[in-house]
């Protein structure tokens, strides 16, 4: 198990440093971050100097490795637009987005679980039809279009919640729901055929004819055996969500790194999308390690060589 961790963590550094010259290279491509800064008056020598401020007028190359070598640091360097460390402003949006990625997943989770459940043990009745329609309606939803619906209706027309802002938890409802239906709706599908396949199985038969409730079974005999397949899902989901944080965090004015990177992607403030893009690979990777740890802890059967 150690050398696994600990392959897993040189391949994480190999994916984290590529994402992150990925970055570098896209960055540049969005254009110069000073011809935004250029006020009417400035001349060609205060254009000059002010790239020469921010190394901009350096070749590409020693750039990347001033970059890689501050990187490897912790240093990001400074934010073009509001002159603070890039990685400290990433930092600070980072808890909001975690709240609303972990609450928009925890959504889904519950409530798939519920649905996938009753839509198996009830398989081809009018529950079991309007479960799928539902799910099918939650996965071809735009999820830009449903939040804006949610506010329209919702916050507009019935005044039951806030349309926008952040604080109290009556603030997360709306981004939860806008964010979590699309991985709600493939949970459930996910959940509902694992279980039928599980139910379908000669044990469980016996334990029926035993008279084992269906409550009893679904816990003894059915969650371990789709557990791993719901993991595997959750931790790709995970990363799904920390990106599609994006467009939800704009829309509702959230406070994540989502508006964060929207606003220096705008700004062409590069420190900023380094960090954020950073800051994001090493989450998902950390999910992806936490979800491989974790099958070995649901099935003792899963060994790391």
């Not at 002010?50 to 190359?61: E, G, K, S, T």
């Not at 027309?157 to 709306?174: D, I, N, Q, S, T």
């Not at 371990?224 to 989901?237: P, Q």
């Not at 954020?276 to 979800?291: D, H, I, K, N, R």
Request: charged fraction near 15%; proline fraction near 5%; hydrophobic fraction near 55%.
């Amino acid at each position: 198990m150690t050398w696994f961790i600990l392959r897993r963590l040189v391949s994480a550094l190999v994916v984290i440093v590529g994402v992150v010259t990925v970055i570098f290279i896209l960055s540049r491509l969005v254009g110069d971050p000073v011809a935004l800064m250029i006020q009417p008056g400035m001349t060609d020598a205060d254009v000059a100097q002010l790239r020469a401020v921010w190394h901009l007028d350096d070749p590409i190359v020693a750039q990347y490795w001033r970059f890689l070598s501050s990187a490897l640091e912790g240093d990001f360097g400074l934010s073009i637009w509001q002159s603070q460390p890039a990685l400290g402003l990433v930092l600070e949006a980072l808890p909001a987005t975690l709240l609303l990625t972990a609450s928009a997943l925890g959504f889904a989770l519950v409530l798939g679980s519920i649905f996938g459940a009753l839509s198996a043990i009830y398989r081809g009745s009018l529950l079991d039809r309007g479960i799928m329609g539902l799910t099918l309606f939650g996965q071809s939803m735009p999820n830009f279009w449903l939040a804006l619906m949610l506010i329209l209706v919702v916050s507009t027309h019935w005044k039951l919640l806030p349309p926008a802002g952040f604080g109290e938890p009556r603030y997360l409802v709306l981004p939860m729901i806008a964010l979590g239906l699309f991985p709600l709706a493939r949970l459930t599908r996910l959940i509902r055929s694992e279980l039928l396949d599980v139910l379908s199985q000669d044990y469980i038969r016996t334990a029926r004819s035993k008279g084992l409730p269906t409550r009893q079974i679904l816990l003894r005999h059915c969650l371990g055996n789709i557990a791993i397949s719901l993991i595997t899902v959750l931790a790709v989901d995970f990363a799904l969500l920390m990106g599609g944080a994006v467009v939800t965090e704009t829309i509702f004015a959230w406070p994540g790194m989502g508006r964060l990177m929207i606003q220096a992607i705008e700004r062409r403030d590069f420190p900023v999308m380094q960090a954020g893009a950073f800051v994001v690979a090493m989450v998902v990777v950390l999910t992806s390690l936490a979800a491989d740890l974790a099958y070995a802890a649901v099935n003792p059967k899963v060994r790391y060589a």
